[in-house]
């Protein structure tokens, strides 16, 4: 074996130092990513606008078929548009609610002619 100075590999403190500096630099990076995504994700559903507007068209449309007379085919119409309305914004509703949403309109195909 030679001892050629242009090869000689660093001590093996400084290659313990070495990757304890990289693992530091990968952790801090993590953690300002998590912290950069969780100071720009979006606020929980409920105060979310979009949810606003879907329970806002929910409850119109449930205020409609109150208001619309027995038996009315308007009643199916409005009860139907607040169910869908509750199915497809999953996010903005109960799982109870998109629950009985998703039996309502199941019922309501069965008995369609």
């Known amino acids: ?19 304890a500096l990289l693992t530091t630099a990968l952790a801090l990076v993590a953690a300002a990513g998590f912290a950069v995504g969780r100071a720009t994700a979006p606020a ?43 199915v497809q914004n999953p996010d903005c509703f109960t799982a109870e609610d998109r629950a009985a949403a998703q039996t309502y309109l199941d019922a309501v195909e069965r008995t369609s002619p």
Not at 54 to 70: E, I, V, W
């Open 1 to 19: 074996m030679t001892d050629d100075p242009a090869r000689t590999e660093p001590p093996p403190r400084r290659r313990v130092l070495d990757r």
């Open 44 to 86: 929980d559903a409920s105060g979310n606008a979009a949810c606003e507007d879907a329970q806002a068209a929910f409850r119109a449309a449930l205020d409609d078929a109150d208001s619309a007379p027995a038996d009315d085919i308007e009643v199916r119409f409005y009860t139907a548009v607040a169910a869908n309305t509750a």
